[in-house]
């Protein structure tokens, strides 16, 4: 049943994660008036107002934002996840892992400290900067990786780990060099969003929609690619097109999602591992669903993290660490003993 | 129907080929031979196009493909790529349709024709039951067809198969060159093939190019080539060539006996 619908299944476990994420906070709001007023913004419907109006408030100005944000960024990163992978021809390959997330963080905290992050303009340029950050990490990545034209694991996983690390330490001495506030520069390394409402939403959502709507339909040139570049080549592929729309694209949506969510790590890795095993490796499938799956894992993370320390909350980036590395070594000791392609 | 000529091609600074010309008409097999090195897969990198070439030109009806975009010089030439391990991931209809990359744009969005093509290529290739199979799980035997088969779905007038046979058992290896033979006459391909195994080429080519140090040394019929005296000074070693008792074409010996 899973294993024959699988956009079905996706699509419910995500309105599943978005309800459950509403409901769940300081106080529990019911799912069905979660529902009921909800409803009633809806132009054309009228309900009659049973609900307080203090739930209304706490559901449209704080926690339907929050979880809109989150589900948006663990759709991106598990998008542009799967996306990496493909590009390089690796399952290891992830936003974080690859010192993607790092090199985005970089750049948007460079345009925090320059601009003042509560300025309106500087909103929407933190986008910018993390794309540019994202950009240059990975070519600086994919080209100290590149051995004989191939990207191998331990060689990508070092320059990653290596740059990223790099970028992070730069991105700490900004942070901790300005009159940022230290609380907010650790929460945005550890992975969590610096600002609450609607604001990075609205800033996050046309990036994501042109991101992840081009990411969509990037899965047949990433099959076609899995064949090897000379091979793609000849059957018809402009490689060096393609292999930049591809990193543009899957840059831009990492980019964002760290720009307003911080440095979150493994949903890339994560996702796209678990939908090959249960649904295949083919691209076309697997960007759609990535989104979809990634948006729930993301907000089951969220959620974790809002109780494990209630009422304080952690970082996502925390929670996804602590489920994420040991699920990467576990891939690394099966990958040992079999080739997945 | 393919045309090869004065083509020159390098890696780096080190030329590899010097100056290749040969023709091959529609519906014959022209086998690609010559020691390790010799510029056989060089060769077949040049004219599809995934190493750029120095000089001369690759023509076919007519046309000269070096001056063609990627997706238009895929349309005219396609590549059966060495015997490999497949990765497991793509059914073999998926990576048949593949083939169809030069004609379905950047979405892959497969149109009726797209599909009655990929139906077409694996009934050629015998491999229209193992369709839903994934690629991984095949014998090797099976993935070089299905590697043929994807460039049959490019619906090209010519065929460049680099060293098809390749980790193939005896039994795949005549299979193959039957099936191949068999296109060509039927389908009306040109077919350029490296071969490593000459008595192979003996049994499938209707012409045999000589290649050594990325020179062409002989190019005509495999009597014509496949003589003791050019192969042996060719792969310097000695052989000795005698006729098929029943077919009369030329069989190889390595190592003289005289």
Same mark, same amino acid.
């Given at each position: 049943m899973i294993r024959r619908h699988p956009y079905l299944f996706n699509t419910l476990l995500l309105l599943g994660a978005l309800l459950f994420s509403i409901a769940l906070g300081a106080v529990w709001i019911p799912p069905q008036t979660i529902l009921r007023i909800l409803a009633g913004q809806l132009p054309f419907v009228h309900l009659l107002?049973?609900?307080?109006t203090a739930h209304e408030a706490i559901i449209l100005s704080l926690r339907l934002p929050h979880t809109l944000l989150v589900a948006l960024t663990g759709a991106a990163l598990a998008s542009s996840g799967a996306a990496y992978q493909g590009l390089f021809r690796?399952?290891?390959?992830?936003p974080y892992l690859i010192g993607v997330a790092s090199g985005a963080g970089l750049g948007a905290v460079l345009m925090m400290t320059l601009n003042?992050?509560?300025g309106q303009l500087g909103l929407y340029l933190i986008p910018i900067g993390a794309f540019t950050g994202a950009i240059l990490t990975v070519l600086l990545v994919y080209n100290l990786a590149r051995v004989n034209g191939m990207v191998p694991l331990t060689t990508l996983i070092l320059a990653g780990v290596a740059v990223g690390a790099f970028a992070s330490a730069l991105t700490s001495t900004l942070m901790l060099g300005t009159d940022l506030q230290i609380h907010r520069a650790i929460t945005f390394l550890l992975g969590g969003s610096p600002i609450a409402g609607w604001q990075p939403v609205l800033a996050v959502l046309p990036y994501m929609l042109v991101g992840m709507g081009l990411l969509t339909f990037s899965g047949h040139i990433l099959n076609v690619l899995q064949f090897g570049e000379e091979e793609a080549q000849q059957m018809g592929l402009d490689i060096r097109r393609a292999k930049i729309f591809v990193i543009i694209v899957a840059s831009l949506t990492t980019a964002v999602a760290v720009a307003f969510s911080g440095v979150i790590g493994f949903v890339g890795l994560i996702v796209p591992h678990i939908l090959r095993i249960l649904w295949g490796a083919d691209y076309k499938r697997l960007l759609p669903l990535s989104m979809l799956a990634g948006g729930s894992l993301l907000l089951f993370s969220d959620m974790l993290a809002r109780i494990l320390i209630a009422p304080s909350t952690l970082p996502v980036g925390i929670v996804t660490a602590l489920a994420g590395a040991p699920f990467f070594l576990w891939i690394l000791r099966r990958a040992k003993r079999e080739v997945f392609w | 129907m393919l045309e090869v000529s004065t083509l020159s091609a390098s890696y780096g600074k080190r030329?590899? &080929?010097?100056?290749i010309s040969f023709a091959v008409e529609a519906g014959e097999i022209l086998a690609l031979i010559g020691p390790? @090195? *010799?510029?056989k897969t060089t060769l077949i990198r040049a004219a599809s196009g995934t190493l750029p070439i120095e000089a001369g030109q690759v023509r076919v009806r007519g046309r000269?493909?070096?001056? &063609?975009g990627i997706a238009e010089r895929a349309r005219n030439l396609a590549v059966v790529p060495q015997a490999q391990q497949l990765? @497991? *991931?793509?059914?073999v209809e998926e990576a048949v349709m593949m083939g169809r990359t030069a004609y379905m744009?950047?979405?892959?969005?497969?149109?009726a024709r797209d599909r009655e093509i990929v139906a077409w290529a694996l009934a050629q290739t015998q491999l229209s039951d193992y369709a839903?199979?994934?690629?991984?799980?095949?014998s090797g035997g099976e993935q070089q067809r299905v590697l043929l088969a994807r460039a049959l779905a490019q619906k090209t007038p010519v065929l460049l198969l680099d060293?098809?046979?390749?980790?193939?058992?005896l039994q795949y290896q005549t299979r193959l060159l039957a099936l191949v033979q068999k296109l060509a006459r039927e389908e009306k391909l040109a077919v350029v093939m490296a071969l490593h195994d000459l008595n192979l080429v003996s049994l499938a080519a209707d012409k045999v190019a000589l290649l050594v140090d990325g020179k062409l040394e002989a190019l005509g019929t495999s009597q014509e080539v496949l003589t003791a005296e050019k192969i042996s000074a060719a792969y310097r070693t000695p052989v000795d060539v005698v006729p098929h008792p029943i077919s009369g074409v030329p069989i190889i010996f390595p190592g003289s006996v005289d």
């Open positions: 107002a049973d609900w307080s690796n399952p290891l390959a992830d003042g992050i509560s | 030329r590899i &080929l010097h100056e390790n @090195g *010799a510029g000269n493909v070096t001056k &063609l990765g @497991g *991931a793509y059914s744009g950047w979405l892959g969005r497969e149109g839903q199979q994934q690629i991984g799980a095949l060293e098809p046979t390749n980790h193939l058992d």
